[in-house]
């Protein structure tokens, strides 16, 4: 069997004008759906980064002791309560820097995947070139 | 002659599913020209749970020698929506992958050590469907002499590295269109993805007639037609709000739906469903059809599309399907619509300009017989296996010889 076409090919001189045709029903009404670039591609995308990136401008629920809390904690919430006005914008720019840090992370972990995965490969091509020879 | 292996997930003569009979004609057309046939499958009849229903072991299917495989355990529904938690999330890793691999299944333990023990014996093997287990574990462990049938389609599952890897590492892909291609390479981050575009072949039988369609099931008037999966995961809801939203306005022409109903169908005079219709009454039907309605998005081919397009009946497809807009691009033969008025107003047209409308289904005749013939698909078959089995041998060979010194 002779080579075969590799690729589909379109009808050589089709009949009408289809451009007129569908410019008569309209053209993309509705977009086709869009995703994020990134979002889009395939590959792991996790940081261990994500489980700490925010930061509260208080303790977590359970980080007191216990003894400790039933007796210290009128003062302990007159304290945060006042204190949390001054630290929420702080701790909200570092869950934000810690998000993007997170983000990077991530990215970089997804790339580093794929280019071990295309380390495979390029090993298979090699091993194959050499069978080849010169 | 040599030998060549097909995996499938699933196997038989009346397996539903396109990969599954894909691989199929694909496998009988390659026996045919002399090859030794090896399919290598699991004993499940379903894709859902993959029980174990067909006897496992050695078994011929005409020229075809198949050996099915057991699956280790049917699908837990439950655990593989868990599974798949982290994917839909948007956040997770290897391991995520992993679960979510063997979860999905079908986990047939003695097909992947097959491959692995006598994968070598395999001048080629071919592997259909990229998403399941098989194929991506299944894959790696005969990598020298893989040719890849992926027909993938843009759904979560896909983005899994794995499958990227699998494609990665095939020696050649045999892709069903130009557009599958380009979701691959948006979606794993290449450019250039080897393989050819193959299809598969769409041959109308010699004797269909639109009449006996139209007499067998009285079908008098007009009619729009979809035929498979009655589903709303096909678009099949949107189309028949379309059409309803049509009908109120237009009375000229019907719905005929045929295939087994997922969803509730509305009851409506002038929405007729047929249930499931043979293969050869399907294509009367089909011919008799003002238009043919492709509803689903996810596509990476569409044999509903192209034996339309065979029998010389246009198509009406959705915005945001490449793969079907890239259909009519091509053929010149069908209507693209984003919403129920361009919808009404691409079958109102259909009806009032026949003549145009034939000459649609001409250049869709056109395109089907020069894409989509078996002779076509079989050569680049028989070409990858040739390119594959030629790699395979030098590796054997010098593998032989680096043991004999």
Redesign the interface.
Same mark, same amino acid.
């Given at each position: 069997?002779?080579?075969?076409?590799?690729?589909?090919?379109? !009808?050589a001189a &089709?009949?009408?004008d289809?451009d007129l045709?569908?410019a008569? !029903?309209?053209? *993309?009404?509705?977009?086709?759906?869009t995703r994020d670039e990134v979002?889009?591609?395939?590959?792991? +995308?996790?940081s261990p980064a994500?489980e700490t990136a925010q930061i509260l401008p208080y303790p977590r629920p359970g980080t007191a002791a216990a003894g400790a809390r039933t007796v210290t904690m009128p003062a302990r919430r007159l304290v945060r309560r006042a204190l949390r006005w001054y630290l929420w914008p702080v701790t909200s720019r570092m869950t934000t820097h810690n998000h993007a840090v997170d983000g990077v992370l991530?990215e970089q972990a997804?790339q580093l /995947?794929?280019i071990s995965?295309?380390l495979?490969?390029t090993e #298979?091509d090699l091993?194959?070139l050499d069978? +080849?020879g010169p | 002659v040599s030998r060549v292996a097909v995996v499938v997930d699933r196997f038989g003569a009346g397996m539903t599913g396109g990969a599954e009979k894909l691989a199929r004609e694909v496998s009988l057309r390659l026996a045919g020209n002399g090859h030794a046939l090896t399919v290598l499958t699991t004993c499940a009849e379903d894709y859902v749970s993959w029980a174990n229903v067909l006897p496992p072991g050695e078994s011929q299917d005409g020229p075809l020698r198949v050996l099915r495989f057991p699956t280790a355990r049917p699908r837990d529904l439950q655990r593989w929506e868990e599974a798949m938690q982290?994917i839909l999330s948007?956040?997770? *890793? /290897?391991e *995520?992958?992993d679960r979510v691999l063997h979860e999905a299944g079908p986990d047939a333990p003695g097909l992947l050590e097959h491959l692995r023990d006598h994968g070598g014996e395999y001048a080629a093997v071919i592997l259909f469907t990229l998403l399941y287990l098989p194929t991506v574990a299944g894959l790696p462990l005969v990598? *020298?002499r893989a040719i890849l049938v992926p027909t993938l389609h843009d759904e979560i599952a896909? #983005?899994?590295?794995s499958? /990227?890897?699998a494609i990665?590492?095939a020696r050649t892909v045999m892709w069903n269109?130009?557009e599958e291609r380009a979701l691959a390479e +948006?979606?794993?981050?290449v450019d250039g993805l080897r393989g !050819? !575009?193959a299809?598969v072949g769409v041959e109308p039988p010699a004797d269909v007639q639109p009449d006996r369609g139209r007499a067998h099931f009285g079908l008098e008037r007009p009619y729009l037609l979809y035929a498979g999966r009655i589903d709303p995961d096909k678009g099949c809801g949107e189309m028949i709000g379309h059409f309803l939203a049509w009908a109120e306005r237009d009375p000229r022409a019907d719905l005929v739906l045929c295939g087994r109903a997922w969803m509730r169908i509305p009851e409506h005079p002038r929405i007729h469903h047929l249930g499931v219709v043979s293969s050869q009454q399907l294509w009367h039907v089909q011919s008799a059809a003002l238009a043919t309605v492709v509803p689903s +998005?996810l596509e990476s081919l569409s044999m509903l599309a192209l034996e339309s397009l065979a029998c010389g009946v246009p198509i009406l497809v959705p915005?945001?399907? &490449?793969v079907l807009q890239g259909h009519?691009?091509?053929?010149?033969?069908g209507?693209?619509?984003?919403?129920a008025?361009?919808f009404a107003?691409?079958a109102a047209?259909l009806l009032d300009r026949p003549r145009?409308a034939a /000459?649609?289904g001409?250049?869709g005749r056109?395109?089907v017989a020069?894409?989509f013939t078996w002779e076509?698909i079989v050569?680049?078959y028989?070409?990858a296996v040739a390119q594959v089995a030629r790699?395979a041998e030098?590796?054997r060979r010098?593998s032989a010889e680096r043991r004999a010194c």
């Open positions: 069997m002779g080579k075969v076409d590799a690729e589909l090919t379109g !009808v &089709p009949e009408g289809l045709l569908q008569e !029903v309209g053209r *993309d009404a509705s977009p086709a759906r979002a889009s591609r395939a590959g792991p +995308r996790h994500a991530t997804r /995947a794929r995965m295309e495979e490969r #298979h091993e194959l069978l +080849r | 982290p948007g956040r997770w *890793d /290897a *995520d992958e990598w *020298d896909a #983005h899994l590295l499958h /990227a890897r990665r590492l269109t130009p +948006r979606l794993y981050d !050819v !575009v299809g +998005r915005t945001g399907s &490449p009519v691009r091509r053929s010149s033969a209507l693209v619509y984003g919403d008025v361009q107003t691409a047209l145009t /000459a649609l001409r250049n056109a395109y020069a894409n076509r050569g680049l028989e070409q790699t030098l590796r010098r």
